[in-house]
């Protein structure tokens, strides 16, 4: 164990604290960590999580948010200040409002990645784990939903609906940068592969894939399926757990380049500080949080 570990452990220890990491943290980070999960499995984690005093959220700005809200008991510490998800800050109150005027019938429902003043606005949240099941359990045809414009596109081509994306053009710069070009290259290299992307993806990404689900509904179907290489269309930092849990099997990113910068903002030195100097505290304005919180709490009431 490295010396910096071992600070971190203690620190922990001493201060009753856990570490949650997305999918996407740098793997020494995800190895450190007491969880590692997609944006739904954290907030439920840190919803439910008793015994900590501390939560260090190591992941970007919008998910530290949520697990404020969510469990305003506990100190939630974000350990970079500028670990900012761009696609959540797409998405303004004053566009919410417009849209609102404009399709005074239609929900709205929110993706996750969203800031909480956007949460509060919202009738329901979703992540890209459940979207599909959030829209269809809304009684309405037309649904307003922001902010990833593909995101948008996929449920609406899953449940048949009429789907309004808010902003027009709300995407994610990391996962815009895969492109079916690169599949069909490591497709040839590898025909026995199935190729697993986000729903982030463009739609011209989504139709070289098998599979599209969140980052650990992918590491679900690599583990129960029997192909032996997977060719991945997410941030990279999903294939050193898909390759922990599947020490047997090979995965191949569909683009080397598919970093998101700003998860990567997280380091161990940043983490230690976080711990040491309880940095950077999470806090939400009373109001803003309660309404977020009940977006929030209607989505676990659908899945
Ligand atoms: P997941 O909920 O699938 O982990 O996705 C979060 C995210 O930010 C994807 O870019
Ligand atoms: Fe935001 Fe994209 Fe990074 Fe996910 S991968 S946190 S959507 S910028």
Redesign the pocket.
């Known amino acids: 164990m490295s010396d910096l570990v071992g600070k971190i452990q203690r620190l922990k220890k001493e201060k009753k604290a856990i570490i949650l990491a997305h999918n996407?943290q740098r793997a020494e980070i995800q190895d450190i960590a007491d969880y590692v999960g997609d944006s739904i499995e954290l907030s439920r984690k840190a919803m439910q999580e008793k015994e900590a005093e501390i939560i260090v959220f190591s992941a970007?700005d919008f998910m530290a948010e949520s697990a404020a809200i969510l469990n305003p008991k506990k100190k939630v510490l974000l350990p970079t200040l500028g670990a900012r998800?761009?696609?959540?800050q797409m998405l303004t109150t004053d566009e919410i409002k417009r849209a609102k005027a404009l399709y005074p019938n239609a929900p709205v429902v929110l993706y996750v990645?969203t800031l909480a003043e956007a949460k509060a606005q919202c009738d329901i949240c979703c992540t890209s784990a459940n979207a599909v099941e959030v829209i269809r359990s809304l009684d309405a045809e037309t649904v307003l939903f922001g902010p990833?414009r593909n995101l948008a596109e996929y449920v609406a081509e899953k449940t048949g609906k009429t789907i309004i994306p808010l902003p027009e053009w709300g995407f994610?710069?990391?996962?815009l940068l895969f492109q079916p070009e690169d599949v069909s290259i490591l497709k040839k290299q590898h025909p026995d592969a199935a190729v697993m992307v986000h729903p982030?993806c463009s739609s011209e990404m989504r139709k070289t894939a098998d599979f599209v689900g969140s980052t650990s509904k992918m590491c679900v179907y690599a583990k129960n399926n029997s192909t032996k290489k997977f060719i991945v269309g997410t941030?990279e930092g999903l294939l050193h757990r898909l390759r922990k849990e599947n020490p047997q099997k090979q995965f191949f990113t569909a683009y080397e380049g598919a970093v998101?910068p700003?998860?990567k903002l997280n380091t161990l030195d940043r983490i230690y500080a976080s711990l040491k100097e309880e940095k950077y505290l999470v806090k939400v304005p009373q109001k803003i949080a309660d309404k977020a919180r009940a977006s929030l709490e209607r989505m676990f009431q659908v899945n």
């Open positions: 996407y970007v998800c761009p696609m959540a990645n990833d994610c710069p990391t996962h982030e941030e998101c700003n998860m």
